[in-house]
């Protein structure tokens, strides 16, 4: 992106030429940070600190000092003479990355099984802990993106749910649990991140796709507002203090210097105060990426291990010579500093302790070119009890599919035969394949950058023995965990009074190719001969109890009303208590209340478009069109009236619900008013200065490759060293760009997450629910909206709990409906509206199970 902030032009042009791409409209200039809301007190504190700060220090803030110079994945420059190291950002949303005796916590799609605010938010919580006592200050988590738009994309497990309403909720949680903490969140990837393939151009050229720029996610702004954005919009409800911007371009334009999507959409409508890094690698241009909204450059150089950095000196030069406005280097810097306040980094905050480069004690200072030596690994416990959370999460998040009165155990059983590889461990370790790249032994994590070493893994073949044999019990466990030795399958399950078979599909992260897996699932059946596992077991077995453990939903068509088959759980990837976690329910600890986060189709075309996995632009960006726009995952089957075979919210328990009493209260809210008004002007914290007072110190040691905000000398250009260096004059600057006064605010922003007025409540409802079986157990009620549009989906999830109930008894459950949850994105008045149709509400336990319903009211 040599051309970077020519980019905007160019496109306009092409559209003029009649090309169809699709193009993102500029908007500048970027946001500055106001410090509304409860951002107030550490606004106040970071324009304290960064008013204090020279060009050169505020720069360092910005630039991660290059890939694997410090110990964590991203490490910003410090500010020596204040006594402050630079700022660690740390994978994963699952745990700390790339550590030791760290916790390996359920993955996000288990979250959003278990339906369950408060096990969100604790686990949110104990992975701060985690982070903040290895010296992290910001956890790269949560994932509100990809979504999943594709059941077959490979980092969906990631993040929660296609449901936006569902992922938004566990975004808000796991962001709030980690920020209590005194660990700064990051909600990633902003946006419209839904595949693997092509999201980065040396990548997919490395899988013999021939393209020379990442994917375009072709998303309009009614399918923006009210899908992809409507996560992130909680994420900011509820103060995160960061968003990293994704790898692949949003109407041709790239997510970390898309002026659309961070400076209107995040910035401008949802108010975002926190700071913008890039994802690593996806920064592509200096200035335009600068007056675009991103704050932070990670891991600060141009494409991973380059001595050069689009900013770094680059962003002290744009500074000097004008591009980049005084006011937009302070926003950045108060924009980090606030978020470090926020969460209270100060009073918490401890060096790394640990290196992401290596499991030895001591190694290098700065790993990438063997510079220094010393104690890097302090391998300090972080763990505590977080063991009993990850078991309960894992428990609470097996989706009990089907049972035919085989579940629970009873430890009458005399012979259980555990039958498949994904009951045992992996040859080569928990940790045996880097980056969790293969699937080998039982299936508890994805792979990529989203994981985290196991400190064990309790298997199934490991629990269920321990479970068996417990209390000087005789019962015989076989355990055969060769999926291709189909005649001992047989064998085994032919004298099994129960015969449990284990099962997976594995995906993640593009980098890492497993089994023809570029990272998105080649298919949605099950891995390594599972189908045939099944089958033979089955054949022999007439109470055959089936355990999936997938990243994602699996093609179960061919087998799962086999008569033999008496139960099949879904147990997601749980993590390290991953046996433990199933025995609890296989035997009835506990009464299973998961519910399946996504729909269950007959086949992979019941879902809509396929993964876009074909390059379709020639050589140039491939255009994702996104086909399916709202209508992804149950809101597909729902509009084409596709019965699926497990549909979402769908889920079994040991006992049974019934759903009574709906009652809708309108409720009085004040009329909805269109935000209006100006801000205040930017404020401007200091003067750059000259290049003379940004020249590298004469006593500084220079670790090579390292990338310092100081110029070689008082030549710009030669400090830049870039060959195209002031060849576009400032007059191709994007309009508005540098303009510090005063600007319009958007009808529907507002200080976090948008007009205020949209999270007033306009209905209460109530319903009752009443355990009608004979052991205690959770349910969760489910509402869903007909916003009754011609356009809009069948129904939409909006509100749900976890409840639990005594048998023979009832609970009342109450919840609200605000303004957001019945309105629709209005292009033309740029805000959210209230349609006149009519609206509908339904309550029950699965999208498909819907008992109770009622006509919403008209709103006022
Ligand atoms: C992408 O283009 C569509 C169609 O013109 C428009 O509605 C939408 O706002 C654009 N989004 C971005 C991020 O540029
Ligand atoms: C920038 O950060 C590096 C690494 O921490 C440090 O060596 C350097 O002194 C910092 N520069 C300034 C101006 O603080
Ligand atoms: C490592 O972390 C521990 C606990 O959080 C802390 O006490 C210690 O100071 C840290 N080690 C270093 C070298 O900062
Ligand atoms: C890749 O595409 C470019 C541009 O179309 C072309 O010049 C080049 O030869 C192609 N490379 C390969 C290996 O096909
Ligand atoms: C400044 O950025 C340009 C690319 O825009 C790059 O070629 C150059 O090496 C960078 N300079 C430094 C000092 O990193
Ligand atoms: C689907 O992919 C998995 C994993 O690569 C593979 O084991 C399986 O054989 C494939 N299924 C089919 C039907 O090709
Ligand atoms: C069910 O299992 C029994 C053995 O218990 C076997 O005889 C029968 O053929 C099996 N049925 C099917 C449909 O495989
Ligand atoms: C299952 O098979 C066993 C013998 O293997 C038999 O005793 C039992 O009745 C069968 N159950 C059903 C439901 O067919
Ligand atoms: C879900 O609700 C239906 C009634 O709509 C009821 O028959 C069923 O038992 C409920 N599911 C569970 C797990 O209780
Ligand atoms: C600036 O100086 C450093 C240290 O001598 C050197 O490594 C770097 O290549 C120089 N950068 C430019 C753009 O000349
Ligand atoms: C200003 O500096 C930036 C960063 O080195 C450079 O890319 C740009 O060409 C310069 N612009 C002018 C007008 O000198």
């Not at 020639?618 to 089957?637: S, W």
């Amino acid at each position: 992106m040599k051309f970077g902030w020519l980019e905007v032009a160019l496109t306009a042009a092409s559209v003029a030429n009649a090309n169809p791409l699709a193009y993102s409209p500029p908007h500048y200039p970027s946001p500055w940070m106001t410090g509304a809301g409860d951002w107030a007190e550490a606004y106040q504190r970071a324009v304290d600190f960064v008013s204090g700060l020279t060009l050169a220090e505020k720069v360092n803030l910005t630039t991660g000092a290059g890939w694997m110079q410090e110990r964590c994945v991203g490490e910003t420059g410090g500010i020596p003479r204040l006594g402050m190291w630079g700022m660690c950002m740390q994978d994963s949303p699952l745990g700390v990355r790339d550590s030791d005796y760290a916790s390996a916590f359920s993955a996000g799609v288990n979250v959003a099984a278990t339906w369950d605010k408060r096990l969100a938010y604790q686990r949110g919580q104990a992975m701060g802990e985690e982070h903040r006592d290895k010296g992290v200050d910001v956890q790269l988590g949560p994932v509100a993106g990809p979504l999943g738009t594709y059941p077959d994309g490979g980092r969906n497990w990631e993040g929660f749910s296609p449901d936006p309403v569902l992922t938004g909720v566990m975004m808000a949680e796991t962001i709030k649990g980690i920020q209590d903490s005194g660990v700064i969140a990051c909600a990633k990837h902003f946006i419209g991140n839904e595949a693997e393939h092509f999201r980065q151009a040396g990548e997919a050229q490395g899988y013999g796709f021939n393209i020379s720029q990442s994917v375009s996610s072709n998303i309009d702004d009614k399918l923006m507002h009210e899908l992809y954005l409507w996560p992130f919009v909680d994420a900011v409800r509820a103060g995160v203090g960061s968003v990293m911007c994704s790898y692949n371009q949003i109407n041709n334009s790239y997510g970390c210097q898309n002026s659309h999507t961070l400076n209107k959409l995040l910035k401008g409508e949802l108010g975002f105060q926190g700071f913008v890094m890039s994802d690593w690698g996806a920064h592509h241009s200096g200035v335009s990426a600068a007056l675009a909204g991103l704050d932070m450059s990670m891991p600060g150089d141009v494409v991973l291990g380059s001595p050069y950095s689009y900013w770094g000196t680059n962003l002290t030069v744009s500074v000097l010579n004008g591009t980049v406005p005084e006011w937009r280097i302070d926003d950045m810097a108060v924009r980090i500093m606030s978020a470090y306040y926020k969460v209270g980094r100060d009073r918490v905050r401890t060096r790394p302790n640990f290196s992401s480069w290596t499991r030895d004690e001591y190694s290098y200072d700065h790993f990438m070119f063997k510079d220094g030596w010393e104690k890097v690994n302090e391998r300090v416990d972080v763990q505590r009890d977080h063991a009993a959370g990850i078991r309960k999460i894992g428990a609470d998040s097996t989706v009990l599919l089907k049972n035919n009165g085989a579940l629970p155990l009873t430890h009458n059983e005399r012979f259980i035969a555990v039958l498949g590889e994904d009951a045992g461990s992996n040859p080569h370790g928990a940790n045996g394949c880097d980056d969790r790249g293969c699937d080998d032994g039982t299936l508890a994590m994805g792979w990529g950058s989203g994981t985290a070493n196991f400190p064990y893994l309790v298997t199934p073949e490991q629990a269920i023995q321990a479970e068996a044999l417990s209390g000087d019990r005789n019962t015989n466990v076989f355990a055969v965990t060769d999926n291709w030795a189909l005649d001992k399958v047989a064998a085994t399950a032919a004298q099994a009074d129960v015969a449990i078979v284990f099962v997976n599909s594995d995906s993640g992260e593009g980098y890492i190719n497993v089994d023809g897996n570029e990272g998105d699932r080649k298919n949605m059946t099950l891995w390594k001969n599972g189908e045939e596992l099944i089958k033979t077991a089955a054949k022999s077995c007439n109470n055959t109890i089936v355990v999936i453990h997938s990243t994602g939903s699996v093609l179960v068509s061919d087998w799962y009303d086999n008569d033999n088959i008496t139960a099949i759980l879904w147990a997601g990837i749980p993590g390290q208590e991953s046996g433990n976690s199933l025995v609890d329910v296989l035997y009835g600890r506990v009464n299973p209340g998961a519910k399946s986060p996504f729909t269950w189709g007959k086949t992979r075309k019941d879902y809509g478009a396929p993964l876009f996995a074909v390059p379709n632009n020639g050589a140039d960006a491939p255009q994702d069109n996104f086909e399916d726009g709202l209508f992804i995952d149950y809101r597909r089957f729902d509009k084409d009236n596709t019965e699926p075979i497990y549909e979402f919210g769908y889920g079994l328990s040991y006992t049974t619900f019934a759903f009574s009493d709906l009652k809708v209260t309108p409720l009085s809210a004040p009329k909805y008013h269109p935000t209006t008004g100006k801000t205040k002007k930017a404020p401007e914290l200091g003067e750059p200065g000259d290049a003379s007072d940004n020249l590298y110190p004469d006593d500084i040691r220079v670790v090579r490759q390292y990338l310092y905000p100081y110029l070689n000398s008082t030549d710009l250009r030669a400090s830049s060293g870039d060959p195209e260096y002031g060849m576009h004059s400032k007059k191709y600057l994007p309009k508005g760009s540098s303009d510090g006064s005063a600007q319009k605010l958007l009808p529907a922003s507002g200080p976090s997450g948008g007009n205020p007025g949209l999270f007033e409540d306009l209905y209460q409802v109530t319903a009752t629910i009443t355990n009608t079986g004979s052991v205690a157990g959770d349910e969760v009620p489910q509402l869903y909206v007909s916003l009754g549009g011609k356009d809009d989906p069948v129904k939409v999830l909006r509100q749900f709990d976890r409840v639990t109930v005594a048998p023979g008894e009832s609970v009342q459950w109450t919840t609200t409906l605000n303004r957001r949850d019945v309105s629709n994105w209005d292009v033309a008045s740029q805000n959210w509206v209230v349609s006149n149709a009519q609206k509908k509400v339904y309550v029950g336990n699965s999208s498909r199970k819907l008992p109770l319903s009622a006509d919403l009211p008209k709103a006022h």
